[in-house]
């Protein structure tokens, strides 16, 4: 079985900072891909950035220079600096992990996605 758990959200002022906190834990021999995602109410799931294993990353324009992906190989998690936040980042974040399992002497991957933290910004 694969756990991925989101945690380090919560209500922060405008203009505020966050960093979120995504870890896979089970039975994984390695963790390949690992992205943030948000959903808005009323809005499409949307990714927010991603991150490989050697760390090159990826991020959503529109979040440029405000979000910064990092993760930590040795425990299998992904972190999500987030500065100068505004309303309209308020969302569920959710975080996603492919996550590779031995099988039959071979490896396969696997995407899983965790429950969210939810993040609000408001005054």
């Known amino acids: 079985q694969v756990q991925v758990v989101e945690s380090g959200g919560g209500l922060v002022q405008p203009g505020g900072s966050l960093r979120l906190s995504c870890a896979a834990s089970?039975?994984?021999?390695?963790?390949?891909?690992m992205a943030w995602y948000r959903q808005a109410p009323g809005k499409e799931r949307e990714l927010v950035a991603g991150?490989?294993?050697?760390?090159?990353?990826n991020y959503a324009d529109s979040l440029k220079g405000r979000f910064t992906i990092s993760r930590d190989n040795a425990k299998n998690t992904a972190y999500l600096q987030m500065t100068s936040l505004k309303p309209e980042d308020t969302a569920v974040y959710l975080c996603n992990a492919e996550v590779g399992m031995l099988q039959r002497g071979a490896q396969y991957f696997y995407s899983y996605w965790g429950q969210g933290t939810q993040v609000t910004v408001s005054s």
């Open positions: 089970g039975n994984i021999f390695s963790v390949r891909h």
């Open positions: 991150i490989t294993t050697d760390g090159r990353t």
